[in-house]
């Protein structure tokens, strides 16, 4: 009996999970991504953005300080394929700011911290040889 009931359990678990996933074909229109990355280029104050943008859209890249005012931006043109965009950073001073990149549908935003490295002294030690 105890079999009986694990096994009517089981099968209504199975079926009311295969129900839930029984989707129709509107309920699938797949939503184009953007896909979004923030770096710095080697040996220079400046930043890189780079987009992957799957719609058919216009994507703007704002770089905002703690207060959400904006300091830079820059527009992408609807592209197939990676587009970059690149922002001097030389100017700004250390702290957290913010890289919002948006085309209308979708928003992401990126923190950036900015923190110059103190340079360090090291001691040196002269040796005379005679």
């Given at each position: 009996?105890k079999?009986l009931?694990?096994?009517?359990?089981?099968?209504m678990l199975?079926?009311?999970?295969?129900?839930?996933?029984?989707?129709?074909?509107?309920?699938?229109?797949?939503?184009?991504?953007?896909?979004t990355?923030?770096?710095?280029?080697a040996?220079?104050?400046?930043?890189?953005v780079?987009?992957a943008?799957?719609?058919?859209?216009?994507?703007?890249?704002?770089l905002?300080d703690?207060?959400g005012?904006?300091?830079?931006?820059?527009?992408?043109?609807k592209?197939?394929?990676?587009?970059?965009?690149?922002?001097?950073?030389?100017?700004?001073?250390d702290?957290v700011?913010?890289?919002?990149?948006?085309?209308?549908?979708t928003?992401e935003?990126?923190?950036?911290?900015?923190?110059?490295?103190?340079?360090?002294?090291?001691?040196y030690r002269?040796?005379?040889?005679?």
């Amino acid at each position: 009996m105890k079999n009986l009931i694990a096994s009517l359990a089981l099968a209504m678990l199975v079926t009311g999970t295969s129900f839930a996933a029984d989707h129709t074909a509107d309920d699938k229109k797949e939503k184009a991504v953007m896909q979004t990355a923030i770096y710095p280029s080697a040996g220079s104050t400046k930043l890189n953005v780079v987009v992957a943008n799957g719609t058919n859209r216009s994507v703007a890249v704002r770089l905002l300080d703690q207060k959400g005012e904006m300091l830079a931006s820059q527009f992408m043109g609807k592209a197939s394929k990676p587009t970059k965009a690149r922002f001097d950073i030389s100017a700004l001073e250390d702290g957290v700011y913010l890289v919002e990149i948006t085309n209308g549908e979708t928003k992401e935003i990126k923190q950036l911290t900015l923190k110059t490295s103190q340079p360090e002294v090291a001691s040196y030690r002269s040796i005379a040889m005679n």
